[in-house]
């Protein structure tokens, strides 16, 4: 006889926490009719059960012990939504016991994605995490259903909201880096310590998780080379305008015959490319398969109710999985070996700003620099600056990776060379 209802242990109500808890009320006969029982949450876990919240909690046994609710006997199904690593033993232990998963921590999946799937294969469980990447935008979903057979070659992906604020918002208003930051804040876009999302690193681990389901490859998210947008100054944007390019912070993923080229940095992208109008807060993910050609999913990367719809949906899917006895995800899912193409083989063209002594000959000297480790010049462009300074704009061929920082090491040593050059990759191809 199949449940006619499907018992929740929750383990976080806070921002998403609510937020899934009221689309849960709102959407109520919509949830019942698609998944064919009534999803009733039995337990709650917080740090503060007297803490006020928007939400109401009559009836559900509230407690402070994450691990208690995921080993309780009403618990069918476990939704973790506190985030970070101490989340690893909780989800373990129902992955353990056969109880389906739904989180919203990357860091988690990011992480220990391979061990989890492979724990919940063997338990005859799942673990469904699409608001771990892409926010509310439902990509994981589409991997796992429709286009679980695809191959694809290229997936590249602006998977940071704050990021992507801070740089629509320099290049639009023409504020500094500190001044969008700052707005970025105040809206609730940016963390108080935004240095996880500055620096590449949320986008690395959204990117790992990203990277599992479409090239079916488990990829260590610390192994993926991560540069942030740190530093980035407003003339480099002013400069990506003149030559008809934006700048976004982009995770990028291509596949050819010498392996994944797998990488994580600000990009100046052509302005024709579909990601360039994803600006603001929004993620964008831009991937080619070899039968369904380009895809575009474009969506909210963050934000109580985009991520607790992204929970909801994976909820559904594992509680019908419940309530029919079968599952969709796990042991048929045959991870490749992974094969990686070191960033110093990486072939790209590159944008360098460089404020130099203005005087003859510093041009030459930049250039023996440039054309001692095979590095050719496209577009250059000089501006005459004060107290004898000038400031020289280059956009470079297509060059190994290792050899442009090895020619601009070089010239960031030339005596006429006044400041570290500014170095952008240029993402056009
Ligand atoms: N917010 C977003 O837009 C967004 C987007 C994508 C993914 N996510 C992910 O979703 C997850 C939840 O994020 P959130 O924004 O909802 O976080 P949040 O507002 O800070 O809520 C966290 C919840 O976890 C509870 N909690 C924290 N530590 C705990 C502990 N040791 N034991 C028991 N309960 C604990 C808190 O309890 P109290 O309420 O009592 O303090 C709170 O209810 C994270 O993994 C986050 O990365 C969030």
Do not use: W
């Amino acid at each position: 006889m199949p449940s006619s209802v499907v018992r929740i242990g929750l383990l976080g109500c806070g921002v998403v926490g609510q937020g899934f808890l009221r689309l849960l009320r709102e959407r109520e006969r919509l949830i019942r009719d698609s998944v064919g029982a009534t999803l009733r949450v039995t337990r709650v876990a917080v740090r503060d059960p007297a803490k006020h919240r928007e939400c109401d909690l009559t009836g559900i046994r509230v407690a402070t012990d994450p691990l208690a609710v995921a080993n309780a006997e009403d618990v069918d199904l476990l939704i973790e939504l506190i985030g970070g690593e101490s989340m690893l033993e909780p989800v373990r232990a129902a992955l353990q016991r056969g109880i389906s998963v739904v989180t919203a921590n990357k860091h988690l999946l990011a992480v220990h994605g391979g061990e989890l799937e492979r724990l919940a294969a063997d338990s005859k469980s799942t673990i469904r995490s699409e608001a771990s990447a892409g926010g509310g935008i439902p990509v994981l979903q589409a991997l796992e259903h429709g286009l679980r057979t695809e191959h694809f070659q290229f997936l590249v992906a602006i998977l940071n909201g704050t990021t992507n604020y801070i740089l629509s918002t320099m290049e639009r208003d023409g504020r500094d880096f500190a001044e969008a930051l700052q707005a970025a804040q105040s809206l609730g876009f940016a963390e108080s310590d935004p240095t996880l999302d500055l620096s590449g690193a949320d986008t690395a681990q959204k990117l790992a998780i990203l990277v599992r389901r479409a090239f079916r490859m488990d990829v260590a998210y610390g192994s993926i080379p991560t540069e942030g947008i740190i530093g980035m100054e407003l003339e480099d944007l002013r400069q990506a305008d003149r030559f008809g390019y934006t700048v976004k912070l982009l995770g990028i993923a291509l596949l050819n015959s010498e392996g994944l080229d797998l990488r994580v940095h600000p990009a100046f992208i052509p302005k024709r490319y579909l990601l360039a109008a994803v600006r603001d807060e929004f993620n964008g993910i831009y991937l080619r398969g070899e039968a369904t050609g380009s895809m575009l999913f474009y969506g909210k990367g963050a934000g109580a109710l985009p991520t607790a719809q992204a929970v909801l949906g994976d909820v559904i899917v594992a509680a019908r999985e419940f309530v029919a006895g079968v599952r969709f995800l796990g042991a048929a899912e045959k991870h490749e070996p992974e094969r990686r193409l070191p960033l110093d083989a990486v072939r790209t063209k590159y944008y360098l700003r460089l404020i130099v002594e203005d005087r003859p000959g510093v041009l030459a000297q930049v250039a023996a620099c440039l054309g001692g480790t095979n590095v050719s010049v496209a577009q250059m462009f000089q501006a005459e600056g004060i107290r004898g300074e000038a400031s020289i704009t280059i956009l470079t061929h297509e060059a190994r990776d290792r050899d442009v920082r090895e020619a601009v090491k070089g010239i960031a040593k030339l005596p006429a060379v006044r400041k570290t050059p500014r170095t952008v990759r240029i993402f056009d191809i």
